[in-house]
């Protein structure tokens, strides 16, 4: 994996130390990345869902009104 | 003939040189010879027994003085003396220099006679600002008619929020991590995320740190997402996340996230976290509001900073205030 740099600042010194991660500090890293890329997902899939279940009203009959009357949204 | 021996009435004939002329006569006994030479030196004797001590010489005369040794090592330092005595008192020091000229404060009035006033600096006057107070105490004003009465009280004490630290922005990064921001001085602090710049590809996260450690136990960030996009809420219920998910995703250049992170030094509760943001160029370049509320699961360990990450870089200028 290629080198992440890292931002350190020290609140109480206002020093600021700019260096690669460390191998554990990769591994909070990388742990944080997985999780946003697994809500991302969720989201989409969410979206995705919603989206097809308006076209699929929509299909029936139901007016752009009526579906969100239903289902919320703008 | 140089010499000749003869021994007795032996016909023997010592010729110690070359011989001439030999005459041996026979008859009675002769008269004796003349003494012979001294013989050869016998062989020295053996040596003699020791003698009798002789009598003691005489002294001898005094010798000549040595050269000098070299100096011995320093004696230790002496203990110290008593004091003298006090001193005489000094001479009276010499009259100082003339002072400058002072003020002369005239009458104004007509028909006044003048009289004249000298400004005496060489005197404390009273002084306007009252005497006393205390470290931290302000001037406050004790009579609205009554010009210059003040005295010295005790500002009420601050409320709200105050402004604890602002960081710098710094070159652009995926990883942002700030220490000492929480204190025992304050429970309850907002952070303000501003984003000064931003690559714009995926979400933020927040993890705690302590002691310059990112914790990102699994199961540490319990949280309730609740996310509005494109005419639909969405609802994500977490219990095993090793982050909370604070800002969606692309957040651009101006995005601002409001943290609040309740008791995040206590020993004795969990960390609680509520968090919004609105970003205004989701994927779909809809508005996308995300509201995130958390807390930490562990109680005993105490959070002095906090850890922001992003799968793409970007520059988060924060500011952290303390409510009292």
Redesign the interface.
């Known amino acids: 994996m290629s080198e992440i740099i890292g931002i350190f600042n020290d609140a109480s010194t206002g020093e600021v130390i700019e260096r690669p991660l460390t191998e554990e500090e990769l591994v909070h890293y990388n742990l944080a990345l997985q999780d946003s890329a697994k809500i991302q997902e969720e989201v989409q899939k969410k979206l995705n869902d919603f989206q097809s279940a308006k076209e699929k009203l929509a299909k029936l009959g139901l007016t752009e009104d009526e579906i969100s009357a239903i289902v919320g949204g703008i | 003939m140089s010499s000749v021996e003869i021994n007795n009435q032996v016909n023997t004939v010592t010729l110690s040189e070359t011989v001439t002329q030999v005459e041996v006569y026979g008859g009675g006994v002769g008269p004796q010879g003349i003494q012979g030479i001294v013989g050869m030196q016998g062989t020295q004797g053996p040596q003699g027994t020791t003698g009798i001590q002789g009598i003691q010489g005489i002294q001898g005369i005094q010798g000549l003085q040595g050269i000098q040794g070299i100096q011995g090592i320093q004696g230790i330092q002496g203990i110290q003396g008593i004091q003298g005595p006090q001193g005489l008192q000094g001479i009276q020091g010499v009259q100082g220099l003339q002072g400058t000229l002072g003020t002369v404060i005239a009458s104004t009035s007509t028909g006044v006679p003048t009289t004249s006033l000298w400004v005496d600096t060489s005197i404390t006057g009273s002084a306007v600002v009252p005497t006393g107070g205390a470290t931290g105490q302000v001037l406050t004003k004790t009579s609205s008619s009554v010009d210059y009465s003040m005295a010295w009280s005790t500002p009420a004490s601050a409320s709200g929020l105050t402004l ?2 602002t ?2 922005a ?2 652009p ?9 929480f204190t025992s001085t304050y429970n309850y602090y907002l952070v303000k995320i501003f984003y000064s710049y931003s690559a714009t590809v ?4 927040m ?1 705690f740190r302590s002691a310059g ?4 136990t ?1 199961g540490e ?1 319990q949280s309730s ?1 609740t ?1 509005f ?6 609802n ?1 219920s ?1 219990t095993s ?3 909370f ?1 604070i800002a ?2 692309q957040p651009i250049a101006g995005t601002v996230v409001d943290l609040w992170v309740n008791y995040p030094t206590s020993t004795s509760y969990s960390k609680s976290i509520f968090s919004q943001s609105f970003v205004s160029a989701y ?1 779909t370049g809809t508005p996308y509001l995300l509201i995130n509320a958390g807390r930490t699961t562990s109680t005993a360990t105490a959070y002095d ?1 906090l ?1 922001l ?3 793409s870089s970007f520059i988060p200028v924060i500011k ?1 205030y303390g409510l009292s």
């Open positions: 604890l630290y960081s710098n710094g070159s990064s995926t990883s942002w991590n700030f220490d000492n921001i995926s979400g933020l996260t993890q450690t990112t914790i990102s699994a960030y997402q996310s996009s494109g005419g639909s809420v969405t994500i977490s996340n090793s982050s998910g969606g995703a994927v900073g850890s990450s992003q799968g952290v």
